[in-house]
């Protein structure tokens, strides 16, 4: 056995519960555990949070956008969406026409992000899911239906159990305004609602689905212009959205943007990375403060053997040798209660999983908190944990034998 390592054990365990050093010791490996486990549980949780988000986000963008690089609309068409059509991954390609409008619901208005989209949008749909309320329809026969969000619908007084329709809004793109007359240079359609869906704030809000002719009727289009094309990959693995993604863009050239689900929200996407490196420093800190308690106990346990050290280097022993006993047994402090907090967080984290024992509060969409361990955070934690642990360990017994080098040399 490794003649440090072994000292450093049996000073570490020896049978002396009434001596402070090991209280101190004990109580340094304990904040260790805690500390190590509150951040496996932490980041586990976030992890759930950001799964839903990303779910939630993924029933409404989906896993590729094609959009002009320049102008709003386009007309899709080209040897690329052949291409697209034959791929095995791709499980839907429908087109939208969005754009910002002002809708009047029974004398309540509000500015809505209005969608149009075309059949294959209305029959696969992921927003079926999310229904409230009635149906998601956007045709009644030759009439136009339209589903929106709960928070839009709320704020209007929106019911699809009323006869009342939807009016929306839009300037004319063909006509100059007058002043004289200014309804005569905005374009307008009647939709009813046909189902309210819920999906997250943002999203409710705002958005409005309707039929993609009726939202080229509103905007003054007579073509096949759209503003996006939404390729859906249910399923597909990231390296062959990104094979897909690759591809199109080159078959497309630089006029068009091939956009993944990072790409379509930047913001939000970085804002969840920064959080969770945020919360991941925070709690890191913490544990570093917790971790100089090592300091104290292993600043006393040198002051302690003090005479021990004389008889071992009497005996032979070298300054590099008693270093690395104190060195490991600072470090195994640490390892001790890194190895405790990470079976503890797992534990919490796996039962939080299989059980949901803490419950959310309020109506939330989940009914208890969401669990999803992460072998790259475990690895993460461990790493800077007991790095820190080691480089901690080091400092007092390089100041004890700075200070005291001469002497322990006689």
Known sequence: MNLPLFIAFRYLFAKKSHNVINIISAISAIGMAIGTAALIIILSVYNGFDSIVKTMLGNVEPELLITPAEGKTFVPEGEVYDWLYAQQSVTSICTVLQENVFINYEGKQSIAKAKGVDSIYEEESPLKDYLRRGEFSLHHGDLPLAVTGAGLAHRLGIDPRFVAPIEMYFPSRTRNISLLNPAASIESVKVFPSGIFSVNNDIDNSLVILPIETMRELLGYDGNEVSAVEIRMTGASAKEIRKVQ?????????????????????????????????????????????????????????????????TFM?????????????????????????????????????????????????NFIIEAYPVIISLQDILLTSVCIAAAGYLIARLPVALYYKKHHGHTAA
């Open 314 to 362: 009497s005996m032979g022993a070298s300054d590099n040798l008693m270093k690395r006993v104190f060195i490991l047994e600072g470090w195994m402090i640490s390892l001790a209660g890194l190895a405790a907090g990470i079976v503890t967080g797992i534990g919490f984290a796996l039962i939080q999983q299989y059980f949901g024992i803490i419950r959310m509060p309020g």
């Open 246 to 310: 690759e591809t199109a863009e080159k078959m497309l050239g630089s006029g068009f943007r091939v956009s993944d689900r990072f790409g379509q929200n930047p913001a939000l996407y970085k804002m969840m990375k920064y959080e969770k490196a945020s919360i991941y420093l925070i709690l890191m800190f913490i544990i570093i403060i917790i971790a100089f308690n090592i300091f104290g106990s292993l600043s006393m346990l040198i002051m302690e053997k003090k005479d021990d050290m004389l």
